[in-house]
């Protein structure tokens, strides 16, 4: 299996009733080429009007969820089968084999009356089996804890993202490529040393593309019009600017490119905004999400370490951007600070930037050895 090397293997899809997440996740189906076990939940309607809810399980079995009428449990207008529930959905997703994954579809407040149902889902994502299931809404205690869980990738279907989950979800589960984010300060080397790894690694014959954020696109330009004129905008509107400039970065770019058996290195990515943006207040963990609903998670991250001073010292006398809450030392210490904490979330290796090139590139490319060896041997 051509899974990623990041560790997160549990996709978790959630979004509004009619956001089309079943559709998505049939489309998935289809595209991901591994064996698959699980099942769709799918309304059923008579004459054009709802009467209620069938299993469907990959296979082509089915069983009533729930239907129009009363009886225990009730959710609104809906008598909930659990028995006949239980008896199909729990076992298909238990019988996976090593070289499978589940389909979940969905994880809701029907499907949760079942106890029976709960432990298997739990049992499956803590397995080694990788999971692409839907998560419902509400104030749920079973849900609410699922959204807390850090060894997931949690991404929305809108209107807006639902095509572009197609393939931004499946190289979350069949990725030829190698995908490798250099984080740090400003000043720490992470252009220098990309290039650098990319001449190396296309000595020794690897099939190498290097990249950046913010790019040269259309947003990307905007960001750097920004920064160089020092302009007084607030975090949110920053933040946007990057996921817009990300968006068209990972459509046009990223997953064409993941989808071939190729190195990727990439100057920034959206760690930085974390650690940037997060320095600024907003919220890291809220960012993190709504970038990952567009964006892939890297496979591994190689962040230079820093310290402020000697970032501070490295940048005068550079024509850099201008916005000096950039260039302060609280900042960057706050920057440094937010950083450790997005990092937590990633597959990565620490390099001691403050040291010359040649050695940072070797203690990369040291670092870099396993995971590529890995990346080679899956599948």
């Known amino acids: 299996m051509l899974l ?7 996709v978790l899809l959630h979004g509004l009733p009619g956001s089309g997440k079943t559709t998505l996740v049939e489309r998935l189906v289809k595209v991901i080429p591994y064996p698959k076990k ?28 729930a239907k129009r009428g009363k009886g225990y449990p009730q959710v609104g207008k809906y008598r ?11 076992p298909t997703i238990r019988e996976v084999g090593p070289e499978g994954m589940l389909v979940i579809d969905e994880i809701g407040k029907m499907e949760l009356f079942s106890e ?26 079973f849900i609410e804890e699922l959204f807390r869980r850090r060894d997931a990738i949690f991404a ?28 740090g300060l400003d000043g720490a080397g992470k252009s220098t040393l990309m290039q650098a790894l990319a001449k190396d690694l296309r000595a020794r014959g690897f099939k190498v593309i290097t990249t950046r954020e913010p790019t040269l696109g259309e947003w990307g330009q905007k960001i750097r019009e920004h920064l160089a004129a020092g302009s007084k ?13 990300r968006r068209e970065h990972v459509r046009e770019f990223i997953i064409p490119r993941l989808e071939e058996k190729a190195i990727i290195l990439c100057d920034r ?23 990952e609903t567009w964006a892939p998670v890297p496979d591994f991250v190689l962040y230079l370490d820093l310290p402020v001073e000697m970032a501070l010292k490295r ?43 040649d050695t940072v590139r070797q203690e990369a490319l040291e670092k870099l050895e396993p995971v590529i060896e890995k990346w080679q041997n899956r599948g």
């Open 38 to 65: 699980g099942f769709y939940t799918r309304e059923v309607r008579e004459r054009g009007r709802r009467i209620g809810f069938k299993i469907v399980t990959l296979d082509g079995q089915e069983a009533w969820l």
């Open 233 to 245: 905008i607030s975090p949110q509107a920053m933040a946007e600017l990057f996921l817009r400039d």
């Open 116 to 141: 029976t149902f709960q432990q298997a889902v739990l049992a499956a994502l803590d397995s080694p089996v990788p999971v692409l299931a839907t998560v419902g809404y509400g104030k749920i205690p």
């Open 4 to 10: 990623p090397l990041h560790g997160r293997k549990n």
């Open 156 to 183: 929305e279907v809108t209107p807006e993202s639902r095509n572009h989950l197609v393939g931004r979800v499946k190289v979350e589960f069949y990725r030829p490529g190698l995908f490798v984010a250099l984080e």
């Open 80 to 90: 909930v089968y659990v028995e006949s529930f239980e008896k199909l959905a729990v």
């Open 269 to 291: 990515y959206y760690i930085s905004t974390m650690a940037y943006q997060g320095a600024c207040g907003l919220d890291m963990e809220a960012l993190k999400r709504q970038n």
């Open 315 to 357: 940048l005068e006398g550079r024509q850099l951007y201008k916005p000096e809450v950039f260039e302060t030392e609280s900042f960057l210490t706050k920057v440094k600070e937010t950083y450790e904490k997005a990092l937590e979330d990633f597959h990565h290796a620490r390099l001691d930037a403050s040291k010359d090139l």
